[in-house]
């Protein structure tokens, strides 16, 4: 089993800048990442790293302004979010899975979610 404990929500004004984390217990599988849902939306891949290699992925909207990084020693994956816009307000979910494949995991599909930790952006 896995379990995903994510951190580091909260309000911000537009501009500003967050740092998420998502701490990983139980076996480590190969794709980690997380995924937003705003109200009335459905929800939607943020950003995604390859535990081994550190490679990683990012979805159209917050290339630029988000960034994906692990610590390995520590099972944590960090989202750096920085240029914040009021759009980017949602419930934020990491996610690991078993995919070697960035596409694949992008569908949202993961076997492992975490609880969520709401971002607010305020105008």
């Known amino acids: 089993q896995v379990q995903l404990v994510e951190s580091g929500g909260g309000l911000v004004q537009a501009g500003g800048s967050l740092r998420l984390s998502c701490a990983a217990s139980g076996r480590t599988l190969v794709t980690m990442g997380w995924f937003r849902q705003a109200p009335g939306k459905e929800r939607e891949f943020v950003a995604a790293?390859?535990?081994?290699?550190?490679?990683?992925y990012y979805a159209d909207s917050v290339k630029g302004r988000f960034t994906i990084s692990r610590d390995n020693a520590k099972n944590t994956v960090y989202l750096q979010m920085n240029s914040l816009k009021p759009e980017d307000t949602a419930v934020y979910y990491c996610a690991i899975d078993q995919t070697p494949r960035f596409q694949a995991f992008t569908q949202g599909a993961s076997a492992y979610w975490g609880q969520g930790t709401q971002v607010t952006v305020s105008s």
């Open positions: 790293i390859k535990w081994s290699s550190g490679s990683t």
